[in-house]
Structure formats: structure tokens, C-alpha cells
């Protein structure tokens, strides 16, 4: 039977996941795929999380020439996380003809071009089923089933943190600075949240997904970004009562050519598949010009869920000679992005309570040539009344301009917040 | 550039769908994927079909010989449907080192083992992605995403068919008949819906799913099958008044080393992620030990979504020079069922509207070990009651003779009908 030798940098979270599966179903993957897989090497300072696992302390080490030298490893999987000392040592496996497994889409979507220029030198295999959505198979899916398809739209959850705080929010009725409280103390948000919170995660998740359906290298840079700390249990509330459900959406279109790709919150209609998506789950919502719609579901994170993808990877890197290629990585940075995209807009508005403003709001609105979809308005106290509206498309600029206007109507207090729909 | 030979057998549906991806596509696929593809050979009688799509009738025939001594073809896809000529057919291209592509269910569930034994024989590859959910890359998902988990339950929407009709019932509140009707005049049902409405197409596509799920052959004819003729908007309407949603499922688990396989309607909670799977889409819900939860969405029938699925395996067989290999076929048949498994169930019973009723049946069912989830009673016409209940677990056995003693009890006009729900 086939052996291959296997390394292992860093034993955090899904470094412990990983080597917890391969333990426990080595019978199976040699019975079913054919191959043996041995940890040969295991790069970690802590050696007690080595001792934890059983392994056999001789492996462990903090030397990646440990790996480098061992001819019989040929499948480094890496669980550091952010950009060095992972992109240094992985460029140095992936030169010496080892090919490399990897959830960390920060390195990814910031050097994929470097890593795959050292791949094609030597033929090594580069492999990240687990960088954009945990133990969702997105990237095989995209890859190897979508090959007679142009894709036209990719619409993700794939951020377990915010999903997990937007989902309490509306469930609880809760605020976002108690959920978010809430989320850190249980572990599911990290003491800066921000790579969370802020979208930066799921930007560099967004940018992955779009370069392999768009077929050209779509920078993370290149993605508008907005983060959840906006959202508020006011306008989940209001959005409920229009049947709208707000998530945190990574969105890419190829519209005539044109790549739009943003990171946003956005409310979604309570039956879009996406919108049962909830706590730690995550969904990928693509559309291809032949296949239609797919949805692909899971768990986006944990140390088993997103260690069965790399475990997958593993497996296919060691039983396959002539790895994947994405020549397109090398070959075209996507440039034509339209910024100017359309969207519905779901506005939260404090107004003075008093006849004859409603028809001022959709007076400003319909002069910019916004129509409305429907509307709620509430007394308030005060002499305050909430108005909410729900515009039909119309362009970012469009909107921006309208919106000035009615910052600027004296009949409005407040422009309280303004969320995106996607329908 | 690789350049590998194509034969199409069939120009149906999905061969012209196939053939005008392949076209289409044909750029794409050399950028992308570093390959060529050429249709090489056509097999179909009715030349105006070839006509249609501009194919040189040169390459078209009846011959599977024409197929057989090209030398420069190495895929044949399949689109006859039914056992004969395909089985033929395709077991001749295996043994002449041909790769295979199709999308035959009743091929498939009934001769894997002779059409692996014969690919086996010379290397060549059989690939099915487009067999067991049209669009929905499902069996790469199982084969090539899932090693480092057994799974545990498989539960799907695999027939659109029956899924467009029930969701129909559901929608317009009509009648089984009715809907079947309209179903047949869009096409969307075939003359002799047999196949679909009874369950026997969801029952080979289940067979394959448990096979590469359980590792080992679970034979079609070892799965029990309920279509969903019985099924009456009666049903419906009190299903929603509980959250439940029926749909035609095909549900495998492995239940501490026996399986359960079973195709049958059932209800399910209006918030499983299956529910929201209506018309002619298909859903797979998976559980790995490892992964949690997946779940699988798309189009499941139609030229263009089952093409998009046959040209996804023609050009991975067309990349590959090892092919994928599923010893477990020929090695082991699962012999080890249960057919006692546990369900709940829905009972809707016609009573004398008179008092003590609902104790008399209570009192029948807790006898019988069977508890009640919920329950609700509609006073009717000429001293009739209708009793709708929800069970808790019990197995089929134990609920066969509470049923029998239902029907034998002197308060109950009519047991009108029996439905499981599934959690």
C-alpha cells in the first residue's frame, strides 16, 4: 500500500481536529482510498498539546527544516494562521515538491499568486477546501462540478462569528454590543473581533470564492467592505415586519463582464434559502449559467468540521500524482469592477409626527428617481414618528445622493440607518 | 494542449443539453482545465436531433462499434436510461479501456458491481455525478470531501417529480389526482408516472448514496418504499397546523452498525433545512461523525443542470489518468438491516364525535408504549370527529399493532391516514 509521509505546523484548534481524524479514521482512508498516511513531523512550541494527542514527542519541533529535509513527507498541512511565518515556510515546502494543505484564507487571499508561482515549479499541490467555508465543500464544488458553467453570482454566509451574533440579536431581540459581550465570553468571538465583526474574514473569503468562479484573481483590496456593528435591534425588529431577515452577506456578480463583489450586512426574505443559515452555520449560494442555483451548508468552523476538510485535502493531495492547477492566478488580476451597483435599500427614519411628511420623504426619494416598495410609520413619543422604507433597485449613487437629500429635509430628526436587501 | 475524444450515446434531453455545453463551454474548459474535448462519435437514431444541434451527421449512428474502434476516444457518456443497450454497451467500453460517464440510476443501483469489475479490469474510470441529484454535485461531495468522517445519516429530496407535486398539493391545497395531471401536461411527470410517484427512482438513487456513504453495497431491492399516492390535501392542511411540511424522502442511517434505508412521504419540521426545498429542486441533507451537518441544493432534472453535472465528469475523467477506484462494490454486500426503525408518526383518525374518544385512543396508545407529541381535534358533520396526532418514537412494529388495535376500537370510524415525520 501507498505510505505517505505528512506534516503538521501548529497544533491549535483544527491543528488537533486534523490529527484527531487522521488517528481515528486511518483504517478507514486506507481501506477506502488506498493509502497510508503517517504524521511524520509536527511543528509546535507547546509541547503539551503534543503530549494531549499522544504524539510521540521525537516529531515535535520548531523547525520547519525538520520538514523540509524529511523526503519521505510529501503533504504539509499549516494551522499558524496570518501571514508569517506560514508564507515562508509554506513557499519553502511547496519549492521542495511538497505539496500543501491550508485553512488560512488571510495568506491566501493576500499571496495566492506567490504560492502558486513556487507550486508550478515543482508540480506540488496547493489545497484549501477549508479556507472559505469550515467543513463546507465550496471549493471542490466551484472547481471540479462547476466546469461547463460561467458563473454568474456567489452569495455567502461565511462568517460564523457575526452570523452567530446577527442570528441572537434577532432571536433575542438582544443588542449588538450585549450579543457580541455574549459571543466573546463563550469563545465564539475573539477578543478583538474585529477581523470578524468588521468583515475583514469574510472579504478574504469572498475574494478566494470570486477568483476560482470568475476564473481571474479578484483582490481582497478590491472588495467594499462594511462590518455588522451598525445593525441594531431596531432595525431587525422593523425588518422582520417586512419578512427580511439581516445577515452578513459576501456577495460577487458578474454583470456583462463586470465583477461586483462586496462584504455587507443586508437583509434577505425569511424564505431565500440563506436565510434559515444560522449561528455558527454557513452557506454558499451560487448561481452558474447551466447548473442554476446550488447551495452548499454546514458548519463553518470547529476543530472537527473544518478538520475533516483539511483531512479531505490531505487525502487527495496523497493520492494523486498530478495536482490542481489555477493558471488563471498567475495569468489576470480581475480589473473591470462596477462600484456603482444596484441594490434595494431598507431606511430607518425618526421624523417629525406631523401631516404632510411622508409625501415630503418619498417626494425627495421619487425626484431622485427611487421608488418605494413598501413602508412602515409608528408614533413615537415626543412628537416623533419611526418611518421605515423599502426602496426598489437603484444604483449606490443614486442612493448616496437621495440619502444627503433627506438628511437635509427639515421634516427628518435622523436618517437612524440604512441596510441593504438582497432579494 | 491534451486533446481527448468524446462519444455521446443518446441525443435526448440531457445528450443535448451535454452536447451544447460541451459547445459552448469548449474555450472555457481549454483555458481552464488544459484539455481539449472533441465529440468524436454520436449514437441516436433520430437524425434530426443531431440535425438540430449542427452535428456532422458523419459522426452519427447506431453502431456502437464506431465507438468502440476509435482509438482516440477515452470518455463515452451515457444517455439511453434503463438497463438495455446501456449495460451492454458501457461494460464493452470499460473493457476497451474507455472511460464512462452517466447518469443511468437503474443501471447504476442495479449493476455497479459487474460495471466497476469490468472498469476495474483495464483501469478505466466510471463516473455518476448527474445519477442521484441532477445539478447537485452530491457523489464528489460523498466520495471526495467526506474522508475523515463515516457518515451517519443521509435524508433527501432526490426526485423532483414527486417534489413538484406535493409542494404543488401544499401551495394550491389541491388533490394528489389533480396534481399529478397538470404535472404530466407540463411534462414535469411521465405518461406512467410509476417510477417517480412510487418511489422507485428515489430508491436506486438512494442505493448509491448508502453504498459510497456505508462503504459497501446496499442493494436497491433492500430498501423500503412508500410512494406518495396515499398522500391527501387532508393530510396537508392538518400538517401545517403542527409546522410539518411533507415531502417524499430517502433517508439512510447507520444506527450503531446496521442500516436503516427507507423511501417514504413524510413530514418535516417547516425549519429543517430540507422543508424550504420545493418544485423540481432537489436537497441532500448529510451528517458525518466529523463534518456535522451538510446540506446539498440545486436543480435537480433538466438538460442544461444534469449537462452541467455529465460535462463536470467528462472533463475531470478527461484530466485524470488515474481514475477513481470503489473497491468496496465488489468486496461487500450491507446485509445487516434494520427494519424495525424508529419513526414518529402523524395519524389522522375520523371518531364519533362523543366524550371519552380521545381517552379511548390514548389509552390504546400508551398501552402500546407510544406516547403523544401533540394533538388536535376538528368536530365535523353527522357526529363525525376528526383527531389528528403526533407520536413520539416508537418502532414500526410496536406503532403496526397499535394501529390494528386502533382500527378494531368500537369509538373510530377510520384510520384515514398514517404519515411519518421525521425530525
Not at 440563506?274 to 452555520?281: E, M, P, R, T
Not at 428617481?369 to 423599502?390: E, F
Request: proline fraction near 2%; hydrophobic fraction near 40%; include cysteine.
Amino acid at each position: 500500500m501507498k505510505k505517505v509521509g505528512i506534516a503538521l505546523l501548529g497544533l491549535g484548534v483544527v491543528g488537533s481536529g486534523t490529527y484527531r481524524i487522521l488517528k481515528s479514521k486511518a483504517e478507514n482512508i486506507k481501506r477506502d482510498y488506498g493509502v497510508e498516511l503517517e504524521v511524520r513531523q509536527v511543528l509546535e512550541k507547546d509541547l503539551s498539546k503534543a503530549e494531549a494527542l499522544g504524539i510521540d514527542l521525537s516529531i515535535v519541533s520548531c523547525d520547519i527544516a525538520n520538514v523540509l529535509n524529511d523526503k519521505e513527507i510529501s503533504v504539509v498541512a499549516e494551522f499558524f494562521g496570518g501571514i508569517e511565518p506560514a508564507k515562508t515556510f509554506l513557499i519553502a515546502c511547496l519549492k521542495a515538491g511538497k505539496s500543501v494543505v491550508t485553512s488560512n484564507k488571510e495568506l491566501f487571499s493576500k499571496h495566492w499568486p506567490e504560492l502558486e508561482a513556487a507550486a508550478k515549479e515543482t508540480g506540488a499541490g496547493i489545497y484549501f477546501e477549508a479556507s472559505c467555508g469550515g467543513g463546507v465543500p465550496i471549493i471542490r464544488a466551484l472547481h471540479e462540478s462547476c466546469q461547463g458553467n460561467d458563473i454568474l453570482e456567489i452569495k455567502g454566509i461565511v462568517n460564523g462569528t457575526t452570523n452567530y451574533i446577527l442570528s441572537n440579536m434577532s432571536e433575542k431581540g438582544s443588542d449588538y454590543a450585549d450579543t457580541l459581550k455574549e459571543a466573546q465570553r463563550l469563545g465564539y468571538a475573539e477578543a478583538n473581533p474585529s477581523a470578524d465583526v468588521d468583515g475583514f474574514d469574510s472579504t478574504y473569503k469572498l475574494s478566494i470564492l470570486s477568483s476560482l468562479s470568475f476564473r481571474k484573481r479578484v483582490p481582497y483590496t478590491a472588495i467594499y467592505r462594511e462590518g455588522i456593528s451598525g445593525v441594531t435591534k431596531e432595525d431587525i425588529k422593523y425588518g422582520k415586519e417586512f419578512g427580511l431577515t439581516v445577515k452578513l452577506l459576501a456577495i460577487s456578480k458578474n454583470v456583462g463582464g463586470k465583477i461586483e463583489a462586496h462584504v455587507y450586512p443586508a437583509f434577505i426574505p425569511d424564505d431565500h434559502p440563506l436565510a434559515k443559515v444560522s449561528g455558527a452555520f454557513n452557506g454558499i449560494y451560487v448561481v452558474g449559467d447551466n447548473v442554476g442555483e446550488l447551495m452548499f451548508y454546514g458548519k463553518g468552523a470547529g476543530d472537527l468540521p473544518t478538520g475533516s476538510a483539511i483531512v479531505s485535502d490531505i487525502v487527495y493531495a496523497a493520492t494523486h500524482d498530478i495536482h490542481k492547477r489555477y493558471p488563471f492566478i498567475l495569468e489576470e488580476e480581475a480589473s473591470d469592477f462596477n462600484n456603482d451597483f444596484e441594490s434595494e435599500y431598507f431606511i430607518r427614519l425618526i421624523a417629525k409626527d406631523q401631516t404632510g411628511v411622508l409625501s415630503e420623504i418619498t417626494g425627495i426619494l421619487g425626484k431622485a428617481g427611487i421608488s418605494i416598495d413598501s413602508m412602515v410609520q409608528k408614533a413615537g413619543s415626543h412628537g416623533k414618528a419611526t418611518i421605515v422604507l423599502i426602496t426598489q433597485k437603484t444604483t449606490e449613487l443614486t442612493f448616496k445622493a437621495a440619502l444627503d437629500a433627506l438628511k437635509q429635509a427639515a421634516c427628518i430628526d435622523e436618517v437612524a440607518n440604512v441596510i441593504r436587501v438582497e432579494k
